[in-house]
């Protein structure tokens, strides 16, 4: 058996492995690194350590690491908090504020099921305190939270960049944001409109949905955030994990709603000087966001040293192990072959419009069930050389796979599905509202991809 075949077979082992059992697929990834590099293409350790992502690694950690102590010391709260004051007596505008703080979340470098588990919870008793329609609730949540993935400084941005950054092809960085932002904000538009978003726009209420935000956020917003990651990477998720009264973090987040009305905090305005710092320097002066937040984060562990207590344990380390397992595998991957073999493969094909739908396709089925992250790493390198002929636009076709592999998040099978599932008002009808939440999950893995196909690759092929 060939190098590139057994290599193929090994990752599909990972990936059924990685959504069957409870096991991170970086472990796994790096277990599979280890074998095919040294066993079978007889790789030192040391070269097969090359392929270890450090730039990214650290990028990760430093964005996680700031976002947890802005979580920590309540500037995510107070951002919650003046975000829903703008919304008034109007209730129609609540799903939309809703959407907004969970794509700024991401935008800003906190990991997609962090931002859900954050708002979620305070979206959903919105929706049964106003009779919004708890789907619709839900899912611009969830597609708050992929429209701001893709930010350049963001952990799915960086991903994506920083594979295409290895490579000949055109980067546009702005563009897969805007590419992700602008469909999931049309998908949002989409479900308000459907779900019953214009029967809203004539209800109005008073003074209730602050204190709803500030009643429902004081019921632990912390230990709900930072630390969900998706099905496969050994952290548990379950409805008494995301929404616990009692538990260690309680307190600390009833203190910081219960300041509800109070002024911001000396450390919460540095922190909010850092986000904006951190979007400038590395953005405006293309400076490495890895760096530049971690230090960011250090001025605000200086500012405040309580906040940043715990803030390190709240790093998402299986995301982490997961990015980084998984790109030094591509590394190993890359030697054996396997990358130029699948994408002659592809190529053969003869019809690379067919090709790019299916790579999509692809993504998006598989995404539905495990890791989008892993996804991303995994299909992107496999469909460098088959971009780099040309005979494609690159931009639309990464944009697209992006999105593709993204979106199909509502998925109950994954952490950002099942979050919404686990913190559903408690008068509605938890089988009923998993069907529905399966049966739009369906339709967005069936209608996602190629309607991303039709609108980012179809174009730039005319």
């Not at 010391?73 to 505008?93: F, H, P, Q, W, Y």
């Not at 219960?258 to 710092?277: H, S």
Request: charged residues 10%.
């Amino acid at each position: 058996m060939s190098a590139p075949v057994l290599s193929i077979i090994i990752l599909a082992v990972m990936f059924l492995l990685a959504t069957v059992l409870p096991l991170n697929m970086g472990a796994l990834a790096f277990v599979g690194a280890f074998l095919l590099g040294s066993v079978v293409l007889g790789m030192s350790t040391s070269d097969i350590l090359a392929n270890f992502p450090g730039g990214l690694f650290l990028t990760i950690v430093g964005v996680t690491y700031l976002f947890a102590i802005a979580q920590n010391n309540g500037t995510i709260d107070l951002l919650v908090r003046g975000a829903v004051r703008l919304v008034g007596s109007k209730v129609a505008l609540i799903p939309w504020v809703m959407f907004a703080i969970t794509a700024v979340i991401t935008a800003v470098g906190a990991l997609s099921p962090a931002a859900v588990a954050i708002i979620a919870p305070i979206a959903l008793s919105f929706a049964a305190k106003h009779k919004i329609n708890p789907l619709m609730m839900g899912m611009m949540v969830i597609h708050g939270a992929q429209a701001g993935g893709f930010s350049p400084i963001a952990v799915y941005g960086v991903t994506v960049n920083g594979i295409i950054a290895k490579t000949d092809l055109e980067a546009s960085p702005m563009a897969i944001f805007l590419a992700s932002f602008i469909f999931n904000l049309a998908i949002a538009v989409v479900l308000f409109i459907v779900l019953g978003g214009s029967k809203l726009l004539s209800t109005k209420t008073g003074r209730l949905v602050e204190q709803a935000a500030e009643s429902r956020m004081a019921v632990s917003v912390g230990a709900r955030a930072a630390g969900a990651t998706l099905r496969g990477s050994g952290t548990d998720i379950s409805s008494s994990g995301v929404a616990a009264k009692g538990t260690s973090g309680s307190s600390s987040a009833a203190k910081s709603a219960d300041a509800g009305g109070a002024r911001a905090t000396v450390p919460q305005l540095v922190t909010i000087a850092g986000l904006i710092a951190l979007a400038v320097i590395s953005l405006g002066f293309k400076v490495d966001v890895g760096f530049v937040s971690i230090t960011i984060a250090m001025v605000l562990a200086l500012v405040s040293p309580a906040a940043q207590k715990g803030a390190i344990n709240k790093i998402s380390w299986s995301t982490v192990l997961l990015i980084c397992g998984m790109l030094t595998f591509v590394g190993v991957l890359e030697e054996a072959g396997t990358i130029k073999f699948v994408s002659d493969g592809v190529a053969h094909l003869g019809m690379p419009l067919l090709a790019a739908l299916l790579i999509c396709y692809i993504g998006a089925i598989v995404s539905a069930f495990a890791s989008s992250t892993a996804i991303l790493a995994a299909l992107i390198p496999l469909a460098v050389p088959f971009l780099s002929s040309g005979e494609i636009g690159a931009v639309g076709v990464i944009a697209a796979l992006a999105v593709a592999a993204t979106i199909v998040d509502v998925s109950p099978f994954s952490t950002n599905g099942a979050l919404v599932l686990a913190n559903a008002p408690e008068d509605v009808d938890k089988d009923k509202f998993y069907k529905q939440i399966l049966a739009y999950s369906g339709i967005v893995v069936v209608a996602g991809p190629a309607i991303a196909w039709l609108v980012m690759v179809l174009p730039g092929w005319m």
